[in-house]
């Protein structure tokens, strides 16, 4: 039987990527270090995807296991598979890196020549790259040459919306109907996996960046937003008509910079913004503002969802107003349970928020940073109700 390794058995690890995979007739192992969630999956060897949208139904996903990715089980796992998938945020990605490593070093000295593909399913732009660069670094010149013909790398993006839910089955996943998973086709080695709602292209960077800087730039926006007029929940944020008319101007700014740099169709891509919007709407996923505006620090780099869209918009001379004051509202945003948000504030307290936004975003150009200096102090709670 087709094996497949899901890194992340997290919610979008079984709600998104290892349901696909089920689907697809591939055993699926799911490797964490939640004991818990790893007991639950070898004990009930199922669980279901509540789809809760317009149209709400359930998927049963069957054919499962579970492993430590931090045990020696899982070397023996990487020999078998075909196919590991991640879905463990872009931080993580170095540190299941060496284990990877050690799974391929394992198929190199035991004479396997299956072809296996490796696809990182983060948000972030070409995690799969960056996941190959940190396996090489563990491999010797041997086990590069043993890589670089029988493991494929390719780069994808992933689109769906997986909040953490509180289900009666703690292994149950709540969804939106919508996802889109791009993959890399020229990058995979051995013949093409045949999983139903893996979409093969060929310009992946235009799919990527599409995706990262519209849906991802205006959920970050919406929430940085939210959080300052206090809401808890995306879609309770997003009803309010100041900050929907922010949100939708800033995706459109990001939008048209996008159209420039990729020949998209612009007309296009307002409805895809459209459908984005209403997507943020879904009152059944009760998506918590803390959770995706979490990491603000790498949120606020520079090749992310709201530095990166921002200066590629300036760059083609378009205006970035609605997109700075996203950047604002993120510098607002403060949680202490989030080291990243607590680092933050105090980055800003230490330095300013000129200083600070100088050295989180690696903006350089003054008026810029005077533009989201004078942002950040407008913005007040007061300001959006």
């Not at 998927?59 to 990715?69: G, K, R």
């Not at 996941?131 to 041997?142: A, D, F, Q, S, Y």
Request: hydrophobic fraction near 40%; include cysteine; charge should be negative.
């Amino acid at each position: 039987m087709k094996k497949a390794i899901q890194f992340g058995a997290g919610n979008i690890g079984r709600g998104f990527i290892g349901g696909l995979l089920s689907n697809a007739g591939y055993h699926v192992v799911f490797a964490d270090v939640n004991e818990a969630i790893l007991n639950g999956i070898n004990n009930d060897k199922q669980y279901k995807i509540l789809v809760k949208d317009v149209e709400c139904f359930e998927q049963t996903i069957t054919n499962i296991s579970a492993v430590s990715s931090i045990s020696e089980d899982i070397i023996k796992e990487i020999e078998e598979a075909e196919i590991i998938t991640t879905a463990v945020g872009p931080l993580v990605l170095k540190r299941i890196a060496p284990t990877i490593a050690k799974g391929i070093q394992a198929r190199k000295n035991n004479g396997n020549k299956n072809y296996l593909n490796i696809i990182a399913c983060e948000n972030a732009v070409g995690a799969t790259a960056i996941l190959k660069e940190e396996v090489m670094k563990v491999l010797n010149e041997e086990e590069i040459s043993y890589m670089e013909e029988y493991i494929g790398f390719p780069n994808c993006s992933v689109d769906r919306i997986v909040p953490p839910c509180t289900n009666e089955n703690p292994l149950d996943v709540t969804v939106e109907n919508f996802y889109e998973w791009n993959v890399e086709e020229a990058k995979i080695k051995g013949e093409v996996p045949q999983i139903e709602g893996m979409n093969l292209v060929g310009d992946l960077i235009a799919y990527v960046e599409r995706k990262l800087f519209t849906l991802n730039t205006g959920h970050a926006i919406t929430a940085y937003l939210g959080s300052l007029a206090e809401y808890k929940t995306v879609d309770e944020s997003i009803k309010d008509e100041k900050i929907a008319t922010i949100v939708k101007a800033a995706m459109q700014e990001s939008g048209q910079g996008l159209v420039k740099k990729h020949g998209l169709d612009l007309e296009a891509h307002y409805k895809y913004i459209d459908k984005i919007l209403n997507r943020f709407k879904n009152p059944y996923l009760n998506d918590d503002v803390k959770r995706v505006g979490r990491e603000p620090l790498r949120k606020l780099s520079s090749k992310d969802r709201l530095v990166n869209p921002l200066m590629t918009a300036k760059s083609y001379g378009i205006s970035v107003d609605n997109l700075i004051i996203g950047v604002g509202a993120a510098l607002h945003y403060d949680n202490p349970e989030d080291a990243q948000s607590v680092e933050l504030q105090q980055t800003i307290k230490d330095l300013g928020v000129k200083e600070a936004v100088k050295k989180i975003s690696e903006i350089e150009d003054e008026e810029l940073l005077n533009a989201i200096e004078t942002s950040y102090q407008k913005l007040t709670s007061k300001q959006l109700a």
